[in-house]
């Protein structure tokens, strides 16, 4: 049974750091490229970041550019994302997700965290 748990988010305030993790199981974990994506209230969930099955590449939607890093640990079966910077409108429920790969949709999401940013 796959599993994604995504943990480490909560309430901060703006300017500060957060960093988010997703660990894996029973999965591959290295075969799979990661994703964070987002969901805003009233909001259409949205791509955040994704790292290929290596960690080498890297993608992100414009506006965490400069502020958030992805990051995986094969070994630990985790992706993190390094949130700095952070604005209210960052605030959501951020979920991750696995894929086959980089270009492909999505097989397994995880339930989310909810991550409030007030200013």
């Known amino acids: 049974q796959v599993q994604l748990v995504e943990s480490g988010g909560g309430l901060m305030q703006a300017g500060g750091s957060l960093r988010l993790s997703c660990a894996a199981s029973?999965?591959?974990?290295?075969?799979?490229?990661m994703g964070w994506f987002r969901q805003a209230p009233g909001k259409e969930r949205e791509f955040v970041a994704k790292?290929?099955?290596?960690?080498?590449?890297?993608k992100y939607v414009d506006s965490v550019k400069g502020r958030f890093t992805i990051s995986r640990d094969n070994a630990k079966n985790t992706v993190y994302l390094q949130m700095n910077s952070v604005q209210p409108e960052d605030t959501a429920v951020y979920y991750c997700?696995?894929?086959?790969?980089?270009?492909?949709?999505?097989?397994?999401w995880g339930q989310g965290t909810q991550v409030t940013v007030s200013s």
């Open positions: 997700a696995a894929g086959t790969t980089f270009w492909s949709s999505y097989a397994y």
């Open positions: 790292i290929d099955r290596s960690g080498v590449m890297t």
């Open positions: 029973g999965v591959t974990f290295s075969s799979y490229t």
